[in-house]
């Protein structure tokens, strides 16, 4: 009888194995990962222009082109590009990650039978945002830190607080680990779980919006045209709900106000508001929505179509892919 037990135990934990390290997880989530990089790399400005508009409190709030032209003005062409390689590492590794979390969380629980509804994917993506962000928040405060070194606001700060230089990405987490201890690593975390949220409602807008279009235009293979609309609109809705605790989250990363570091959410958003009034908490949004959505509607075309090929090459299809 204990023998039984055992077997079944077995055989259990054998079949959760399979459905996690699949073949299908594994194209998933490398074709996310690539998506990412692609789209980053083509609209990584706008992206360094809400950063600072998030984060420097001197720098007025205009449209993105007047930021992007004021930072190249002060600073040079290229300062727009500043700490890319390091995004594109930490965008790299987070979206393989997720995709891959996301993806093996839909084969344990639905296997080959279960139908996918709105709460499902909003689930799924919910616990695959918060592993990916205790994973991966000590990159994404080293990205930060290699973005803003050198920004013309940010040398006052260096020299008031004596803040270190960065050489690259390891040296930037062995500075921070050694002079703000471990815990500065993964500052920002609270906020960025919260914001897990942000990438479920995207992923729960994009499925739902899909699975309509692939019902009503009786096919699985969309268009990539349909698949870069239907992902801008699912950014754009998780964006503008969840945009102030962005801002917070930037500012946490960015690690130069010991106040800010220790600060809960609350008491963050309070003081942005104290500091800048209400549209403070909101500073920087276009540029947000326009990097963002922009960035995400291209990644999910690119990632879509990277998938499809990956299975139409190999000859399998993405249902066949997981058995």
């Known amino acids: 009888m204990h023998s039984k037990v055992d077997t079944s135990t077995d055989s259990m934990g054998t079949s ?26 083509v609209f990584y400005p ?61 084969a344990v629980f639905l296997g080959h039978t279960g139908k996918p509804d709105a709460l ?7 616990i695959a945002g918060v592993i990916n962000v205790l994973v991966t ?8 830190r290699l973005k803003l070194q050198g920004a013309k606001f940010q040398t006052e700060k260096y020299r008031e607080k004596k803040m270190p230089l ?27 779980i919260v ?5 479920s409602l995207q992923f729960m807008v994009y499925e739902v919006v899909k699975r309509y279009f692939q019902k009503l235009m009786k096919t699985k293979d969309l ?11 699912a950014k754009a809705t998780a964006t503008i709900t969840t945009y102030p605790l962005q801002v917070v989250q930037s500012r946490l990363r960015a690690g130069y106000n010991k106040e800010e570091r220790s600060a809960s959410i609350l008491s963050s958003l309070k003081e942005l508001i104290r500091q800048q009034g209400v549209k403070g908490l909101y500073k920087g949004m276009e540029a947000k929505l326009l990097q963002t959505v922009l960035t995400a509607a291209f990644m999910f075309m690119i990632y879509e179509k990277i998938a499809a090929t990956i299975f139409s090459i190999m000859g399998r299809s993405q249902g066949q892919a997981s058995k």
């Open 46 to 106: 706008l992206d360094t222009a809400r950063t600072r508009l998030q984060i420097d409190d001197h720098r007025k709030a205009k449209h993105s082109p007047v930021v992007m032209a004021e930072i190249a003005r002060e600073e040079g062409v290229l300062s727009l590009y500043r700490g890319l390689m390091p995004v594109l590492t930490s965008l790299c590794c987070s979206n393989f990650v997720y995709f891959y979390t996301y993806n093996g969380l839909k």
């Open 137 to 144: 928040t000590p990159l994404w405060v080293v990205n930060t």
């Open 223 to 233: 268009s990539g045209f349909l698949y870069f609309v239907i992902g801008a609109v």
């Open 16 to 41: 959760l194995l399979r459905n996690v390290f699949t073949y299908n997880n594994l194209v998933h989530a490398v074709s996310g990962a690539a998506g990412s990089v692609v789209a980053m790399v």
């Open 166 to 192: 960065y050489k690259g990405v390891i040296d930037a987490l062995l500075k921070i680990a050694r002079m703000e201890g471990i815990g500065a690593l993964w500052n920002g975390t609270l906020p960025s």
């Open 195 to 199: 914001l897990a949220s942000n990438p």
């Open 120 to 126: 499902k994917d909003l689930t799924f993506a919910f």
